[in-house]
């Protein structure tokens, strides 16, 4: 059985709703688990959750429901971590002084093989910095980058690198497009993905020097990747291409811009109902409608971030993520252990 | 009386809105024309507009409706030119070898002084070109910047640079921050505007090496600029900052990002009434919020972006404008022209 260790104690929300969402993903997805964290806090959320349940309003349209969980048929498996790491502090410093913190004992339940991979709420930073120095990189990878999924008109497009990498070189980018388009073929199921560079034009001779460079190498190995060319901001929800292709900075700026544009729009839309009262009636008639474009466009469906490029599955989540999120990274934590993302971009390499 | 030069051969729908544009704004703002083009196109047009008016469906909930257009109180000039630079030509050749072109004789009419400002809706590229050999850079200023105006919850923020720039030096960021209070002062009547870098995080440390070498110029040069630190995708529309510095790559990137998320939404939206009877009822019921929304977030309400940094003023419109963005695009062109917005610019560095 696959088993995900989880930091207990990372995000917002830790340890309750972390915990929460480990243990509701344990029962639906049939995964074990090893919760690591302060051993007396997660044992008073476990006692919590066999007898009350897991409350959650995600998933139903708003409503707060219960799920019934029978903690005697899962396997669940508690390490104790007697640090935490705080989202203000220095990543690479923090890992070093702080070797008992959660994410630290989490990444190397995975070095150790007692667990299969980790899922992080916490400080992304940290989370990336103890994923590389306990996992290592894979062969053929320089830096480590985050493929994130998000939604689209149609199916879901990989956007790598999500922020891991700021400062980037094209043989960098070449190396996400690898690690990209195996997580969209094998994690994501898509038989060709197609891989688009992100620029500000169709052109070849667009963009940045990056993005120039960048656009030669990849045009240079088609017999690899099946590269599609540029991808406009504007073209990257209309699915024409699958795996989008730029540095961390650009990635990380145009996925947040995504977040606050749309976050922007339901709530002016919110505001233009209120205004009188037929519009408070009709905004009330709409609400379910706007509910299910939310749950389409919701992180918490994507449940986080891949860590790509190292030795081991490391899942990053939303520092805001309650349990529905969490449950939904532990499902992507499973599915690229099971289908073996990282053994695939290894094989890459040795081809 | 203010007089606007109209490339009246340039985007999408020349010339037959961008001539009904620049007419309704005459009427309505008061301000003279130079339409440059092919001068029995244009006057075709403008015969047409003063039998028929101008026909709209902006800013009216979606109705056409007629504006009606007395010409013999409107004081136009028509500038024949024999030539057009289409979308897909190399700006830098296409202005040398086609001097006789509606872009290049448009910026020719600001340089000589026969009109006060440019309003260009073809290529951008073809645009800046030819603002920056017609009129020349302004003193102090190495590279010229597009400043978009961008609608959020409360105040429009200014974004420079919008994508005139894909390479750029710390030196470049802090002439546009510059650039970008000036305008914002001054165009858009911020008293005391709040300058951010576009950043990945908060903290001075984060990001590429160009934000964090602009955030120490900027810091540094705290009694000339307004600096309010590091400003996240998400945190553009809360209103935390009123001009956002970038370079032209990441800013195209994030500008098109907007553009798309919101495209995307409104057409899920869209999909999503439609799924049932009832969901088409509310659906129609709900069209007027919908629309109200769209137009706040428009580009056609705010027309055009500035070309900043040159000596003369150029609008640089959307290819796709219609008759009523060229009426807003003249608007802003003639605002820029009355409140000195580049003698300003020049003024901050005698000082």
Same mark, same amino acid.
């Given at each position: ?6 930091d ?6 830790? $340890?309750?709703?972390?915990v929460?969402g480990?243990?509701?993903a344990a029962?639906?997805?049939? #995964?074990?688990?090893e ?7 997660i ?18 349209g708003?409503?707060?429901r219960?799920?019934?969980i029978?903690l ?9 971590a ?5 989202? =203000?502090?220095a $990543? ?5 002084k702080?070797k008992?913190?959660?994410?630290v004992?989490?990444?190397d ?16 930073g940290a989370?990336?910095?103890s994923?590389l120095f ?26 790598i690198? &999500?922020?891991?990498?700021s400062?980037c070189?094209?043989e ?20 060709k $993905?197609?891989v =688009? *560079?992100l620029?500000?034009?169709? !052109?070849?001779?667009?963009g940045?020097?990056?993005a120039?460079?960048?656009y030669k ?7 690899k990747?099946h590269?599609?060319g ?8 209309l699915s024409?291409?699958?795996? #989008? ?13 995504? !977040?606050? @544009?749309?976050?922007m ?9 209120? @205004? ?21 466009i919701?992180?918490e ?5 891949l ?6 599955? @490391?899942?990053?989540?939303? &520092? ?9 990274? *532990?499902?992507?934590a499973?599915e690229?252990?099971?289908?073996? *993302? ?6 890459f390499? !040795?081809e």
């Amino acid at each position: 059985m696959t088993r995900i260790a989880i930091d207990a104690m990372g995000g917002d929300h830790a $340890p309750h709703e972390i915990v929460a969402g480990a243990v509701w993903a344990a029962q639906d997805y049939g #995964v074990a688990l090893e919760l690591v964290g302060k051993q007396d806090r997660i044992e008073q959320e476990l006692d919590r959750i066999a007898q009350e349940g897991i409350m959650s309003d995600c998933g139903t349209g708003g409503r707060q429901r219960r799920v019934k969980i029978d903690l005697s048929k899962l396997d669940i498996k508690v390490t104790h971590a007697s640090e935490i790491i705080e989202m =203000g502090e220095a $990543p690479g410093q923090a890992i070093r002084k702080k070797k008992k913190s959660s994410i630290v004992l989490a990444v190397d339940a995975v070095a150790s093989g007692s667990s299969d991979a980790v899922v992080a709420a916490g400080s992304t930073g940290a989370a990336m910095a103890s994923s590389l120095f306990g996992l290592g990189r894979l062969p053929g990878i320089d830096r480590p980058a985050i493929a994130v999924t998000l939604p689209t008109m149609k199916k879901p497009i990989v956007v790598i690198d &999500g922020g891991a990498n700021s400062n980037c070189t094209p043989e960098m980018l070449y190396q996400f497009a690898i690690m990209g388009q195996t997580f969209s073929k094998n994690v994501l199921g898509i038989e060709k $993905p197609r891989v =688009g *560079v992100l620029n500000i034009g169709e !052109e070849a001779g667009k963009g940045n020097e990056l993005a120039q460079a960048t656009y030669k190498l990849l045009e240079e190995h088609q017999e690899k990747i099946h590269f599609v060319g540029n991808i406009e901001g504007k073209e990257i929800f209309l699915s024409v291409c699958d795996v #989008v292709v730029c540095d961390g900075f650009v990635g990380n700026v145009a996925l947040k811009i995504t !977040e606050g @544009t749309s976050s922007m729009l339901f709530r002016m839309l919110k505001n233009e109902f209120k @205004t009188d009262l037929a519009g408070k009636i009709i905004g009330l008639m709409s609400k379910p409608f706007m509910k299910r474009i939310y749950r389409k466009i919701n992180y918490e469906e994507f449940g986080g971030a891949l860590l790509l490029g190292v030795k081991g599955i @490391t899942v990053i989540s939303h &520092g805001r993520s309650k349990a529905y999120a969490i449950k939904n990274a *532990v499902r992507v934590a499973k599915e690229a252990v099971e289908t073996g *993302v990282n053994e695939k971009i290894a094989k890459f390499y !040795e081809e």
